[in-house]
């Protein structure tokens, strides 16, 4: 399985009264996830953005089995759910020191135009990604 994973201390700042993360964090911990995704797959959206194109959010599903703490050090599980040349589906499991599967969920993007948010075809304006994205999809969750 081409799966990545990504430790998130949880810091004080991310937690409501009860020291819970406040569940809004958990899409930032997906983006944190995704992003070291992308970098260990040799790719870039710094290089991507340069080029004059974006992959905003189309969709976010979480579902919140148990909560993580203030002070635990959270894993952020990332990998390619679905792929289709056009919109890409990322997968995410977040375990607590436990291994014990806390957060649950998904976003889907697309490559997009900067000026004008006129989607692209991955495969044909970047390739490298095309290739990549083809050979580490899974269409199952990690175990």
């Known amino acids: ?27 930032i911990w997906f983006e944190v996830g995704r992003t070291k995704l992308v970098e260990q797959l040799g790719l870039s959206y710094a290089d991507m ?11 976010a599903h979480v579902t919140f089995k ?5 002070g635990e050090t959270a894993l952020v599980r990332t ?15 977040i375990r607590n020191q436990n291994q014990e599967v806390c957060v649950e969920g998904h976003t889907s993007h697309v490559i997009v135009r900067k000026g004008t948010f006129q989607p692209v075809s991955m495969r044909r304006v970047f390739p490298e990604w095309h290739n ?5 999809r899974n269409e199952t969750a990690p175990m």
């Open 132 to 136: 990549i994205y083809e050979n580490v």
């Open 1 to 27: 399985m081409n799966v990545f994973e990504t430790p998130i201390e949880v810091r004080y700042a991310e937690t409501d009264q009860m020291g819970v993360v406040y569940h809004a964090n958990y899409l």
């Open 66 to 70: 148990r909560p993580v703490t203030y």
């Open 49 to 59: 953005e340069e080029r004059g194109y974006l992959a905003p959010v189309l969709e």
């Open 79 to 93: 990998w390619v759910k679905e792929y289709d040349g056009l919109r890409t589906v990322y997968g995410y499991e």
